[in-house]
Protein backbone atom coordinates (compact mmCIF):
# COMPACT_ATOMS: atom_id res chain seq x y z
CA UNK A 1 0.00 0.00 0.00
CA UNK A 2 1.65 3.61 -0.89
CA UNK A 3 0.93 5.89 1.88
CA UNK A 4 1.67 9.05 -0.34
CA UNK A 5 -2.39 8.50 -1.23
CA UNK A 6 -4.25 10.41 1.33
CA UNK A 7 -7.28 8.58 0.85
CA UNK A 8 -5.24 5.38 1.63
CA UNK A 9 -3.93 6.62 4.74
CA UNK A 10 -7.32 7.42 6.08
CA UNK A 11 -8.94 3.93 5.18
CA UNK A 12 -6.04 2.13 6.86
CA UNK A 13 -6.05 3.97 9.55
CA UNK A 14 -9.80 3.47 9.79
CA UNK A 15 -9.78 -0.43 9.36
CA UNK A 16 -6.61 -0.40 12.03
CA UNK A 17 -8.70 1.96 14.05
CA UNK A 18 -11.81 -0.88 13.88
CA UNK A 19 -9.43 -4.10 14.78
CA UNK A 20 -7.92 -2.55 17.83
CA UNK A 21 -11.72 -0.97 18.80
CA UNK A 22 -12.87 -4.53 18.81
CA UNK A 23 -10.00 -6.07 20.31
CA UNK A 24 -9.62 -4.02 23.44
CA UNK A 25 -13.64 -4.58 24.56
CA UNK A 26 -13.47 -8.10 23.86
CA UNK A 27 -10.66 -9.07 25.52
CA UNK A 28 -10.86 -6.55 28.49
CA UNK A 29 -14.33 -8.15 29.12
CA UNK A 30 -13.14 -11.70 28.74
CA UNK A 31 -9.70 -10.85 30.74
CA UNK A 32 -12.18 -9.07 33.38
CA UNK A 33 -14.52 -11.83 33.20
CA UNK A 34 -11.97 -14.61 33.66
CA UNK A 35 -10.52 -13.03 36.68
CA UNK A 36 -14.15 -12.84 38.48
CA UNK A 37 -14.32 -16.98 37.30
CA UNK A 38 -11.50 -17.68 38.86
CA UNK A 39 -12.26 -15.83 41.86
CA UNK A 40 -15.67 -17.86 42.13
CA UNK A 41 -13.54 -21.19 41.46
CA UNK A 42 -11.28 -19.95 44.46
CA UNK A 43 -14.39 -19.11 46.75
CA UNK A 44 -15.48 -22.62 46.06
CA UNK A 45 -12.65 -24.24 47.09
CA UNK A 46 -11.90 -21.78 49.97
CA UNK A 47 -14.06 -23.81 52.15
CA UNK A 48 -12.51 -27.07 51.91
CA UNK A 49 -8.83 -25.80 52.18
CA UNK A 50 -10.03 -25.07 55.56
CA UNK A 51 -11.29 -28.02 56.45
CA UNK A 52 -8.40 -29.53 55.33
CA UNK A 53 -6.34 -27.36 57.55
CA UNK A 54 -8.55 -28.06 60.21
CA UNK A 55 -8.12 -32.16 59.87
CA UNK A 56 -4.17 -31.39 59.70
CA UNK A 57 -3.72 -29.15 62.26
CA UNK A 58 -0.06 -30.74 62.67
CA UNK A 59 0.95 -30.04 58.85
CA UNK A 60 -0.22 -26.49 59.03
CA UNK A 61 2.22 -25.96 62.42
CA UNK A 62 5.30 -27.30 61.25
CA UNK A 63 4.51 -24.44 58.60
CA UNK B 1 -58.16 -16.70 27.48
CA UNK B 2 -55.24 -17.61 29.03
CA UNK B 3 -55.21 -21.21 28.08
CA UNK B 4 -55.68 -20.59 24.13
CA UNK B 5 -53.58 -22.77 21.62
CA UNK B 6 -51.58 -20.58 19.05
CA UNK B 7 -49.37 -21.09 16.14
CA UNK B 8 -48.37 -17.86 15.36
CA UNK B 9 -44.53 -17.19 16.21
CA UNK B 10 -43.24 -15.48 19.55
CA UNK B 11 -43.17 -11.75 19.25
CA UNK B 12 -39.47 -9.92 19.10
CA UNK B 13 -40.22 -8.89 22.62
CA UNK B 14 -41.07 -12.17 23.53
CA UNK B 15 -37.92 -13.78 22.06
CA UNK B 16 -35.97 -11.48 23.93
CA UNK B 17 -37.28 -12.26 27.24
CA UNK B 18 -36.88 -16.27 25.90
CA UNK B 19 -33.48 -15.86 25.00
CA UNK B 20 -32.71 -14.28 28.44
CA UNK B 21 -34.15 -17.07 30.50
CA UNK B 22 -32.59 -19.46 27.99
CA UNK B 23 -28.58 -18.25 28.66
CA UNK B 24 -29.69 -18.39 32.87
CA UNK B 25 -30.28 -22.16 32.47
CA UNK B 26 -27.14 -22.51 29.93
CA UNK B 27 -24.85 -20.55 32.15
CA UNK B 28 -26.34 -23.12 35.46
CA UNK B 29 -26.07 -26.17 33.77
CA UNK B 30 -23.47 -28.53 35.77
CA UNK B 31 -19.84 -28.96 34.24
CA UNK B 32 -20.39 -32.71 32.81
CA UNK B 33 -23.99 -31.36 31.28
CA UNK B 34 -21.84 -28.34 29.49
CA UNK B 35 -19.05 -30.35 28.34
CA UNK B 36 -20.66 -33.30 27.13
CA UNK B 37 -22.98 -30.77 25.33
CA UNK B 38 -20.36 -28.66 23.96
CA UNK B 39 -18.36 -32.12 22.44
CA UNK B 40 -21.66 -33.01 20.80
CA UNK B 41 -22.03 -29.28 19.62
CA UNK B 42 -18.12 -29.66 18.01
CA UNK B 43 -19.03 -32.76 16.51
CA UNK B 44 -22.38 -31.41 14.83
CA UNK B 45 -20.36 -28.27 13.23
CA UNK B 46 -17.98 -30.53 12.34
CA UNK B 47 -20.38 -33.04 10.55
CA UNK B 48 -21.82 -29.86 8.41
CA UNK B 49 -18.00 -28.52 7.78
CA UNK B 50 -17.54 -32.33 6.62
CA UNK B 51 -20.92 -32.19 4.09
CA UNK B 52 -19.75 -28.75 2.75
CA UNK B 53 -16.59 -30.38 1.43
CA UNK B 54 -17.83 -33.09 -0.17
CA UNK B 55 -20.55 -30.92 -1.83
CA UNK B 56 -18.77 -28.22 -2.97
CA UNK B 57 -15.78 -30.58 -4.85
CA UNK B 58 -16.85 -30.88 -8.30
CA UNK B 59 -20.13 -29.91 -8.07
CA UNK B 60 -20.28 -28.86 -11.46
CA UNK B 61 -21.80 -25.30 -10.84
CA UNK B 62 -20.62 -21.99 -11.46
CA UNK B 63 -19.39 -20.02 -7.98
CA UNK B 64 -22.15 -18.85 -6.78
CA UNK B 65 -24.25 -21.41 -6.97
CA UNK B 66 -21.58 -23.72 -5.50
CA UNK B 67 -21.47 -21.86 -2.46
CA UNK B 68 -24.92 -21.53 -2.10
CA UNK B 69 -25.31 -25.38 -2.42
CA UNK B 70 -22.32 -25.49 0.37
CA UNK B 71 -24.04 -22.94 2.80
CA UNK B 72 -27.43 -25.05 2.52
CA UNK B 73 -26.21 -28.30 3.33
CA UNK B 74 -24.03 -26.19 6.09
CA UNK B 75 -27.29 -25.52 7.95
CA UNK B 76 -27.16 -29.30 9.10
CA UNK B 77 -24.41 -28.37 12.02
CA UNK B 78 -26.77 -25.79 13.35
CA UNK B 79 -30.36 -27.73 13.12
CA UNK B 80 -28.23 -30.64 14.56
CA UNK B 81 -27.31 -28.40 17.90
CA UNK B 82 -30.63 -26.40 18.09
CA UNK B 83 -33.25 -29.47 17.32
CA UNK B 84 -31.22 -32.37 19.33
CA UNK B 85 -29.76 -30.20 21.88
CA UNK B 86 -26.23 -29.14 22.11
CA UNK B 87 -23.90 -26.36 23.73
CA UNK B 88 -22.34 -24.38 20.74
CA UNK B 89 -19.78 -21.52 21.76
CA UNK B 90 -21.06 -18.95 19.46
CA UNK B 91 -24.90 -19.74 19.89
CA UNK B 92 -24.00 -19.12 23.53
CA UNK B 93 -22.68 -15.34 22.88
CA UNK B 94 -25.83 -13.91 22.98
CA UNK B 95 -25.81 -15.46 26.77
CA UNK B 96 -24.56 -11.51 27.50
CA UNK B 97 -28.04 -10.93 27.13
CA UNK B 98 -28.93 -11.94 30.78
CA UNK B 99 -25.49 -11.11 31.49
CA UNK B 100 -26.32 -7.21 30.54
CA UNK B 101 -29.86 -7.72 32.42
CA UNK B 102 -27.88 -8.63 35.27
CA UNK B 103 -29.53 -12.15 35.35
CA UNK B 104 -25.88 -13.59 35.42
CA UNK B 105 -22.88 -12.19 36.46
CA UNK B 106 -19.75 -11.80 33.95
CA UNK B 107 -17.67 -14.94 35.62
CA UNK B 108 -20.97 -17.27 35.35
CA UNK B 109 -21.28 -15.99 31.37
CA UNK B 110 -17.16 -16.88 31.12
CA UNK B 111 -17.58 -20.27 33.05
CA UNK B 112 -20.05 -21.18 30.23
CA UNK B 113 -17.74 -20.01 27.30
CA UNK B 114 -14.48 -21.51 28.87
CA UNK B 115 -15.72 -25.20 28.90
CA UNK B 116 -18.24 -24.91 25.82
CA UNK B 117 -15.18 -23.64 23.68
CA UNK B 118 -13.04 -26.12 25.43
CA UNK B 119 -15.75 -29.08 24.71
CA UNK B 120 -16.26 -27.77 20.69
CA UNK B 121 -12.50 -27.87 20.35
CA UNK B 122 -12.53 -31.36 21.92
CA UNK B 123 -15.70 -32.58 19.67
CA UNK B 124 -14.22 -31.27 16.13
CA UNK B 125 -10.80 -32.87 16.67
CA UNK B 126 -12.39 -36.13 17.73
CA UNK B 127 -14.44 -35.92 14.49
CA UNK B 128 -11.51 -34.71 12.67
CA UNK B 129 -9.77 -38.32 13.66
CA UNK B 130 -12.73 -40.14 12.57
CA UNK B 131 -12.85 -38.45 9.12
CA UNK B 132 -9.16 -38.62 8.95
CA UNK B 133 -8.73 -42.76 9.94
CA UNK B 134 -12.50 -42.89 7.57
CA UNK B 135 -9.89 -41.91 4.85
CA UNK B 136 -12.78 -40.28 2.83
CA UNK B 137 -11.12 -37.97 1.75
CA UNK B 138 -9.31 -40.41 -0.41
CA UNK B 139 -12.76 -40.37 -2.68
CA UNK B 140 -13.15 -38.70 -6.40
CA UNK B 141 -9.18 -39.37 -6.82
CA UNK B 142 -8.18 -37.30 -3.50
CA UNK B 143 -10.64 -34.03 -4.91
CA UNK B 144 -12.61 -34.56 -1.27
CA UNK B 145 -8.75 -34.00 0.66
CA UNK B 146 -7.92 -31.62 -1.95
CA UNK B 147 -10.77 -29.44 -1.61
CA UNK B 148 -10.76 -29.58 2.60
CA UNK B 149 -7.12 -28.75 2.21
CA UNK B 150 -7.25 -25.88 0.13
CA UNK B 151 -10.35 -24.40 2.58
CA UNK B 152 -8.11 -24.69 5.14
CA UNK B 153 -5.26 -22.98 3.46
CA UNK B 154 -7.15 -20.15 2.83
CA UNK B 155 -8.31 -19.75 6.11
CA UNK B 156 -4.93 -19.80 7.90
CA UNK B 157 -3.98 -16.89 4.93
CA UNK B 158 -5.86 -14.35 5.95
CA UNK B 159 -4.66 -11.29 7.86
CA UNK B 160 -5.85 -10.63 11.51
CA UNK B 161 -8.53 -7.78 10.43
CA UNK B 162 -10.13 -10.04 7.95
CA UNK B 163 -10.16 -13.26 10.36
CA UNK B 164 -11.95 -10.17 12.88
CA UNK B 165 -14.30 -8.59 10.58
CA UNK B 166 -15.71 -11.91 9.01
CA UNK B 167 -16.08 -13.10 12.39
CA UNK B 168 -18.07 -10.31 13.37
CA UNK B 169 -20.28 -10.75 10.30
CA UNK B 170 -20.41 -14.86 10.48
CA UNK B 171 -21.33 -14.82 13.89
CA UNK B 172 -24.15 -12.05 13.85
CA UNK B 173 -25.95 -14.29 10.99
CA UNK B 174 -25.38 -17.39 13.17
CA UNK B 175 -27.05 -15.33 16.35
CA UNK B 176 -29.44 -14.39 13.99
CA UNK B 177 -30.69 -18.00 12.94
CA UNK B 178 -30.40 -18.77 16.83
CA UNK B 179 -33.02 -15.07 17.37
CA UNK B 180 -35.04 -16.61 14.11
CA UNK B 181 -35.57 -20.05 16.23
CA UNK B 182 -36.56 -18.81 19.14
CA UNK B 183 -39.68 -17.48 17.74
CA UNK B 184 -40.84 -20.91 16.06
CA UNK B 185 -43.10 -23.45 17.70
CA UNK B 186 -42.25 -26.31 16.02
CA UNK B 187 -39.61 -27.96 14.40
CA UNK B 188 -40.01 -26.97 10.80
CA UNK B 189 -40.18 -23.53 12.14
CA UNK B 190 -36.56 -23.83 13.36
CA UNK B 191 -35.31 -25.38 10.83
CA UNK B 192 -36.87 -22.90 7.97
CA UNK B 193 -35.45 -20.15 10.82
CA UNK B 194 -31.80 -21.48 10.25
CA UNK B 195 -31.44 -22.20 6.94
CA UNK B 196 -31.19 -19.18 5.23
CA UNK B 197 -28.88 -17.05 8.04
CA UNK B 198 -26.19 -20.28 8.06
CA UNK B 199 -26.84 -20.34 4.05
CA UNK B 200 -25.75 -16.62 3.76
CA UNK B 201 -22.69 -16.77 6.41
CA UNK B 202 -21.14 -19.69 4.30
CA UNK B 203 -21.97 -18.75 0.91
CA UNK B 204 -20.41 -15.42 1.69
CA UNK B 205 -16.91 -16.70 2.93
CA UNK B 206 -17.99 -15.64 6.61
CA UNK B 207 -15.28 -17.24 9.42
CA UNK B 208 -17.20 -19.60 12.06
CA UNK B 209 -14.45 -20.24 15.02
CA UNK B 210 -15.92 -23.34 15.75
CA UNK B 211 -15.67 -24.98 12.30
CA UNK B 212 -12.85 -23.54 11.63
CA UNK B 213 -11.89 -26.32 14.63
CA UNK B 214 -12.79 -28.79 12.15
CA UNK B 215 -11.36 -27.37 8.65
CA UNK B 216 -7.81 -26.50 9.84
CA UNK B 217 -6.91 -29.52 12.15
CA UNK B 218 -7.88 -31.24 8.68
CA UNK B 219 -6.20 -29.43 6.18
CA UNK B 220 -2.81 -29.60 9.03
CA UNK B 221 -3.45 -33.78 8.63
CA UNK B 222 -4.02 -34.03 5.12
CA UNK B 223 -0.82 -31.57 3.96
CA UNK B 224 1.36 -34.93 5.02
CA UNK B 225 -0.65 -36.71 2.24
CA UNK B 226 1.45 -36.85 -1.44
CA UNK B 227 -1.48 -37.86 -3.54
CA UNK B 228 -3.72 -34.68 -2.16
CA UNK B 229 -1.11 -32.57 -2.42
CA UNK B 230 -0.80 -33.37 -6.08
CA UNK B 231 -5.05 -33.52 -6.44
CA UNK B 232 -4.82 -29.75 -5.18
CA UNK B 233 -1.87 -28.88 -7.33
CA UNK B 234 0.20 -27.46 -4.24
CA UNK B 235 3.74 -27.95 -3.12
CA UNK B 236 5.12 -27.73 0.32
CA UNK B 237 5.88 -24.36 0.39
CA UNK B 238 2.37 -23.13 -0.14
CA UNK B 239 1.28 -24.65 2.50
CA UNK B 240 3.84 -22.21 4.98
CA UNK B 241 0.73 -20.94 7.59
CA UNK B 242 -0.85 -24.30 7.13
CA UNK B 243 0.37 -25.12 10.81
CA UNK B 244 -0.44 -25.26 14.58
CA UNK B 245 0.67 -21.43 14.82
CA UNK B 246 -1.08 -20.46 12.15
CA UNK B 247 -4.18 -21.71 13.28
CA UNK B 248 -4.27 -20.73 16.93
CA UNK B 249 -3.78 -16.99 15.13
CA UNK B 250 -6.95 -17.82 13.33
CA UNK B 251 -8.53 -18.77 16.24
CA UNK B 252 -7.82 -15.69 18.08
CA UNK B 253 -9.10 -13.57 15.45
CA UNK B 254 -11.54 -15.61 14.00
CA UNK B 255 -12.78 -15.59 17.77
CA UNK B 256 -12.55 -12.04 18.73
CA UNK B 257 -15.01 -11.30 16.08
CA UNK B 258 -17.67 -14.10 16.98
CA UNK B 259 -17.89 -12.81 20.07
CA UNK B 260 -18.16 -9.24 18.84
CA UNK B 261 -20.61 -10.10 16.73
CA UNK B 262 -22.74 -12.42 18.55
CA UNK B 263 -22.61 -10.51 21.67
CA UNK B 264 -22.62 -6.83 21.26
CA UNK B 265 -24.18 -6.65 17.60
CA UNK B 266 -27.22 -8.51 18.42
CA UNK B 267 -27.74 -9.35 21.93
CA UNK B 268 -26.24 -6.51 23.60
CA UNK B 269 -28.80 -4.86 20.51
CA UNK B 270 -31.57 -6.31 21.11
CA UNK B 271 -31.59 -6.24 24.75
CA UNK B 272 -31.33 -2.21 24.39
CA UNK B 273 -34.17 -2.01 22.20
CA UNK B 274 -36.46 -4.70 24.19
CA UNK B 275 -35.14 -5.17 27.46
CA UNK B 276 -33.09 -2.14 28.53
CA UNK B 277 -34.39 -0.82 32.57
CA UNK B 278 -36.85 1.77 32.39
CA UNK B 279 -34.64 3.93 34.41
CA UNK B 280 -31.47 3.53 31.60
CA UNK B 281 -32.62 6.97 29.54
CA UNK B 282 -32.67 8.80 33.26
CA UNK B 283 -29.86 7.57 34.69
CA UNK B 284 -28.06 7.68 31.06
CA UNK B 285 -29.06 11.57 30.99
CA UNK B 286 -27.67 12.38 35.14
CA UNK B 287 -24.16 10.92 34.02
CA UNK B 288 -24.48 7.66 35.72
CA UNK B 289 -23.20 5.73 32.72
CA UNK B 290 -19.60 5.21 34.46
CA UNK B 291 -21.82 3.72 37.35
CA UNK B 292 -23.93 1.26 35.11
CA UNK B 293 -20.65 0.02 33.44
CA UNK B 294 -19.22 -0.45 37.21
CA UNK B 295 -22.15 -1.90 38.32
CA UNK B 296 -22.12 -4.60 35.26
CA UNK B 297 -18.45 -5.41 35.92
CA UNK B 298 -19.08 -5.75 39.66
CA UNK B 299 -16.42 -3.31 40.94
CA UNK B 300 -18.68 -1.93 43.04
CA UNK B 301 -20.37 -5.05 44.74
CA UNK B 302 -16.75 -6.60 45.19
CA UNK B 303 -15.11 -3.56 46.58
CA UNK B 304 -18.24 -3.44 48.84
CA UNK B 305 -17.65 -7.26 49.69
CA UNK B 306 -14.11 -6.71 50.27
CA UNK B 307 -14.54 -3.76 52.71
CA UNK B 308 -17.09 -6.08 54.57
CA UNK B 309 -14.46 -8.46 54.75
CA UNK B 310 -11.88 -6.51 56.11
CA UNK B 311 -14.09 -5.45 58.96
Not at chain 1, 8 to 28: A, D, M, N, P, R
Not at chain 1, 40 to 59: C, E, G, M, T, V
Not at chain 2, 95 to 123: C, D, E, H, P
Request: aromatic residues 12%; glycine residues 10%.
Amino acid sequence: MSMSNPNEVLFHFIQLGLTYSVCFVVWIMLLIGLGQYLRDIYNQIRPARKSIRRLFPSHQASH
Amino acid sequence: MSNQVTIDAFTPPEIAEHMENIGVKKANLDFWSMITLAILAGSFIGFGAELFTLTVTHSGLGYGLNKLVGGFVFSLGLILVVIAGAELFTGNNMIIMAWVSRKLTLGQVMRNWTIVYFGNFLGSLGLVLLMYFSRQWTFADFHIGATALNIANAKVNLSFTEGIVRGILCNILVCLAIWLCASGRSVIDKILAIIFPITAFVASGFEHSIANMYFIPMGILLRGEPNVLAAAGLTASDLVNLNFHGFVLSLISVTTGNIFGGGFMVAVVYWFIYRRPENFKARFKNGQIANIFLELFQFNRSNKAGKSEQR
